[in-house]
């Protein structure tokens, strides 16, 4: 079983909808969780983070965690053509800083 | 832009060569961490920096090691390089102190090609 379980896409909605994304954990002790947006060919770009069971929001972005269910979601309201690119999941558990990634959902927004 | 650099942006070897990759960290930040992406995968952890010593190493060769330099910044060394290592070379600072201060900011990355 994989650490973060990501369902790889891609996901279609069209341009206002609300995408949703989904990632799943194995490991019970994992304390912080972030979403990473990532075009293709950049590097990682941090959305989110969140370490509290609920939802936290940040303008068009809703992340919610659900430790019990090992779950943690990401919400995108009203989205945009430029929201188009690979979203990934990670989780941080151990004694240091280590980041365990999922795959990532390539989001796709259509105009 | 997350204030994390990243040199060279990309580079070509052959196979057996040894190569060097070099991140500037954050201001502020004291942890620097390296991750490996494969096309199409996520980024798996490689190992992390912390005062100058590896604070935690990922499912990697001894042929992969790193420094890290007084002023925080860090180099990523791979000696007889494979093809499997073609990929994204990511660094990422962050300020050790844990809760939520563990946040790490990626740089732009290092695309290294073995041929």
């Known amino acids: 079983q994989k650490e973060v379980e990501q369902n790889s896409g891609p996901l279609s909605v069209p341009e206002g909808a609300i995408a949703s994304l989904n990632c799943t954990y194995s490991?019970?002790?994992?304390?912080?969780f972030f979403w990473y947006r990532q075009y293709s060919g950049k590097s990682p770009e941090l959305i989110m983070s969140?370490?509290?069971?609920g939802d936290k929001e940040d303008g068009r972005f809703t992340a919610q965690l659900n430790k019990a269910s090992q779950y943690v979601s990401l919400l995108i309201r009203d989205s945009q053509p430029s929201d188009s690119a690979t979203y990934l999941c990670?989780?941080?558990?151990?004694?240091?800083?280590?980041?365990?990634f999922g795959t990532g959902t390539r989001l796709l927004v259509s105009p | 832009e997350t204030g994390v650099t990243q040199s060279p942006t990309h580079l070509i070897k052959t196979r057996g060569q040894q190569v060097t990759l070099r991140c500037s960290s954050q201001?502020?930040?004291?942890?620097v961490s390296w991750y490996q992406q494969a096309l199409g995968q996520g980024p798996q952890f490689i190992f992390q920096?912390?005062?100058?010593?590896?604070?935690g190493r990922g499912n990697f060769p001894p042929r992969f090691s790193g420094l890290q330099f007084p002023n925080y910044s860090s180099e990523l060394n791979v000696n007889a390089l494979e093809l499997d290592d073609s990929a994204l070379y990511l660094c990422?600072?962050?300020?050790?102190?844990?809760?939520?201060?563990?946040?790490?900011?990626f740089g732009p990355g290092t695309r290294l090609t073995v041929l």
């Open positions: 920096y912390y005062r100058e010593e590896e604070n």
């Open positions: 969140i370490y509290s069971n």
């Open positions: 990422a600072s962050s300020r050790a102190g844990g809760g939520e201060t563990d946040t790490q900011y």
């Open positions: 990670a989780v941080n558990g151990g004694g240091f800083q280590k980041l365990v």
């Open positions: 201001s502020g930040h004291n942890t």
């Open positions: 490991d019970r002790v994992s304390q912080s």
